[in-house]
């Protein structure tokens, strides 16, 4: 897309706000290089990357950047085979954190909401866990390495505390020694050595090393003979301390090497990621929405605002251009924001074209342009002796002649800065020329010729800027289909002019021309009723799509749920059978070891019995859960609050109501009300339910005594976070208040899984450990809802 209209609509302004919400130099070059989308396909698909973004930080918080720096030098040295610097394997390491962060980020259920483009980024995410662990853990700060980095350097380490506690054990009894001779009684450093600051008058009484002199000449800092060679082996600690650091250094700096592809890989995509989220938060901060986008040509963007304009001073307005209507003529008075709204109107293509969510209301849609051309303000030039005019019309030529049907042009007052009758016959001559090519125009102007023009010619249409001739002040508000009335009089006569001068005035001009301004006057103001009626529809509407998707959604995880318990609940059933007949085995196994060791063959024979009572009744339980679905006999008809089994969920339900004319009705199954068809219930033989009313937990079934605790100990983990799952299900079904688990003390195993489960589960309202006398930390007390 063309420089001028970036530069001319203010979208570097928009791509400065946006880097500021980057976590890396490397998230700002890509905004820098920021243009629109040369195609539809990456338009919409940048724009549902920014949107899912914007999503996934309303759902689970702030995506994890922390610590992330621009890694491109690390990895240009690394790529070269240099050893790196801690501060540069430091932020590999918070790299590779981060890609491994990303990944648990993005992770879902089966039955959430998919994010797919930002999921298909992620996939490219290979963390290196092992690498990210050995960096830190040898790596302490920019500055430090651990002791722990190599055994070598901890026993280094140590050896230099304590010989450096003995200097300094050695040095202070000197400076007891020496302290008539000094100038303080301390000691200090001097390159790396432990020296005393002595009088240079007595510098023959402490025999040693001159390392240094004072400014004043009257201090010499002598090393004594006596810490030369303790001296002399912290200095060979710290050379080899040295050493095994760069020796740390280097094998670090191998194993990135080693992996340089994956963690080149891996920093292109935070990159990219550090840059979708930049611009999710600043869609944020702009109260942005994703529009939808058409390539016809047409536009509707709802409560448009310009980006840059402070939110507390901005004036909304409805921004469209139908199917059908190729130019907009927008009218009004000076400083009435006509320039406004048509910067506004290719601020947000121009945005939404490069993957960004616009200031605007929900259900706006623009359309895909392969360049928008905009000749808007004052650009007189002195350098090239040009006047207004004769600069806008350079900028005019370079439309005409570059501008076709997928091109929308911007033009703020057409044809001014020259004779009117002349600068409104080049307008028009310049609008027909670009409208019979197909390009969608957007221009504003003061010539009424252009009114009339918009008036006479199909799908050219008039909009005007409103006035408020009360105040003497603009609106700002942008009324489409009504051209701009002429308020001079009415504005004259409010300034106080004479009303002889404002008839006088009136008769120089036709009746015609008076009666066309009120009607100007009249549209304006069923205009203005019509779009408050349709703004109200529009909400309606919106509200009761919002509605719809809600309930198809609840339809939707009822679906899966129900899958899910149908699933689980055959799982379960084999679990039991293939428990029983492991059971029988294990017996048989262990009785013939009995008979083995002496017992008769009669033992034999019955156990033989047995296990074929014990097979005879696997086959009866079998038989009996398919003969269960089967249970009782079709029902005809039903009634209110009677009791009747439903096969598909294997479970007793409640009728609510009685069948429609299509045989659908509504039960309670648990905590849920479902529709059904009344072929698929089933009678209860024996079965008589009255009086059934509803409680604050949904239907109070009382089908069975619902024990206050349940004992799980002896289960594992898995068995009893099923066995609570059920029995809260129906403590909950029950009417019960408060329960008790019983899951023991011993390792706390158990104890630690059932308060991850109640943690999420919906019937729960808070729990805790058992107090002195209800079992203490072996047991967990459960308030319901």
């Known amino acids: 897309m063309n420089e001028k209209a970036l530069k001319v609509l203010e979208f570097n302004k928009i791509k400065e706000e946006l880097k500021k919400y980057t976590n890396t130099a490397a998230g700002k070059d890509i905004i820098h290089a920021l243009v629109p989308y040369s195609n539809l396909y990456e338009v919409k698909e940048h724009l549902e990357e920014t949107r899912e973004a914007f999503e ?33 394997l430091l932020r590999i390491a918070n790299l590779l954190r981060c890609s491994r962060r990303f990944k648990s980020y993005i992770s879902r259920k089966d039955e959430e909401e998919s994010f797919r483009i930002i999921e298909d980024i992620c996939e490219g995410l290979k963390p290196l866990k092992n690498l990210e662990e050995e960096i830190f853990n040898a790596i302490i700060s920019e500055e430090e390495i651990s002791d722990r980095a190599s055994s070598a350097l901890y026993n ?37 050595r432990y020296v005393l600051p002595v009088k240079v008058e007595h510098k023959g009484s402490v025999p040693g090393l001159v390392h240094d002199q004072s400014s004043s000449g009257a201090t010499l800092y002598i090393e004594p003979m006596s810490l030369v060679t303790l001296n002399n082996e912290i200095k060979e600690l710290v050379l080899k301390e040295k050493a095994e650091i760069e020796k740390i250094l280097g094998e670090l700096s191998v194993k990135v090497y080693m992996d340089i592809e994956l963690i080149k890989s891996n920093a292109n995509i935070i990159w990219e990621l550090d840059f979708i989220f930049a611009k999710a938060k600043y869609a944020g901060s702009i109260n942005a929405i994703c529009p939808n986008v058409n390539e016809e040509g047409y536009f509707n963007i709802l ?37 406004v709204t048509l910067k506004t109107v290719g601020l947000l293509h121009i945005m939404a074209l490069s993957g960004l969510m616009i200031p605007a209301g929900s259900g706006s849609e623009i359309s895909f342009f392969k360049e928008v051309f905009a000749d808007i303000g004052d650009e007189q030039s002195i350098e090239q002796s040009l006047s207004t005019f004769s600069s806008h019309m350079t900028n005019i030529v370079n439309i005409i002649n570059n501008a076709d049907d997928e091109s929308l042009a911007l033009f ?22 670009l409208r019979e090519r197909g390009t969608k125009i957007v221009a504003t102007t003061h010539y009424s010729e252009l009114k009339a023009y918009a008036l ?28 701009g009335k002429s308020n001079a009089f009415e504005i004259s006569r409010r300034l106080g002019l004479a009303d002889y001068i404002i008839e006088d005035a009136k008769s120089g001009i036709s009746k015609d021309t008076l009666r066309f301004e009120d009607l100007i006057q009249s549209l304006q103001d069923k205009n203005i009723k019509a779009q408050r009626d349709a703004s109200e529809a529009a909400y309606v509407k919106k509200e009761a799509f919002k509605l719809k998707e809600k309930y198809e959604e609840k339809l939707d995880k009822f679906e899966n749920i129900r899958e899910k318990a ?162 809260l299900d129906d403590a909950y079904i029950g009417g019960l208040n408060e329960v008790t688990i019983i899951h023991g003390k011993g390792t706390g195993i158990l104890r630690k899984a059932i308060n991850d489960m109640l943690r999420s589960n919906p019937h729960v309202n808070s729990y805790r450990l058992g107090e002195y006398g209800e079992g203490g930390t072996g047991v967990t007390v459960v308030e319901l809802k």
């Open 156 to 192: 280094i380490r140590r050896s230099l505390k304590e010989k450096v506690s003995s200097v300094k054990t050695k040095v202070n009894s000197l400076v007891r020694t020496y302290s008539q001779f000094l100038q303080e009684n301390i000691y200090t450093v001097r390159g790396e």
């Open 412 to 433: 703020d007052e057409l044809g001014a800065g020259t004779d009117p009758t002349e600068g409104a016959a080049l307008a028009i001559s310049i609008l027909e020329n």
């Open 456 to 483: 006479r010619v199909q799908g050219v249409e008039n909009a005007s800027v409103e006035f408020d001739v009360e105040t003497l002040r603009p609106t700002y508000k942008l009324l489409i289909g009504i051209p």
């Open 56 to 88: 996934l930080m309303i759902k689970k918080g702030m995506p994890p950047f922390e610590g992330i720096y621009d890694i491109r030098e690390g990895i240009a040295k690394s790529e070269r085979g240099f050893v790196l610097l801690p501060v540069e």
């Open 566 to 727: 149908i699933i689980e609940a055959q799982k379960e059933a084999k679990k039991i059978i293939k428990e029983a007949k492991e059971e029988a085995d294990k017996i048989l196994k262990d009785i013939r070891e009995l008979e083995r060791m002496g017992y008769s063959s009669d033992v034999r024979q019955a156990l033989e019995e047995n296990r074929k009572k014990l097979k005879d009744k696997i086959n009866k339980l079998e038989s009996s859960m398919e003969k269960e679905k089967e249970q009782g006999e079709e029902l005809t008809t039903v009634y209110e609050g009677q009791e009747v089994y439903l096969p598909k969920f294997d479970k007793k339900v409640i009728v609510l109501t009685t069948p429609d004319n299509k045989g659908e009705v509504q039960v309670q199954a648990g905590i849920l009300k479902i529709s059904v068809n009344i072929k698929d219930l089933r009678e209860i033989k024996g079965n008589v339910v009255e009086n059934k009313k509803i409680n604050k937990k949904g239907l109070n079934l009382n089908l069975k005594s619902i024990s206050t605790s349940v004992d799980l100990r002896g289960m594992d983990s898995q068995e009893a976070i099923y066995t609570v799952d059920k029995y």
């Open 303 to 339: 409560k448009a605002k310009h980006p840059l304009i402070n939110p507390k001073d901005v004036v909304t307005n409805d921004m469209y251009l139908n199917e059908g209507v190729s130019s907009l003529i927008i009218t009004g008075p000076n400083t009435g924001g006509k320039t």
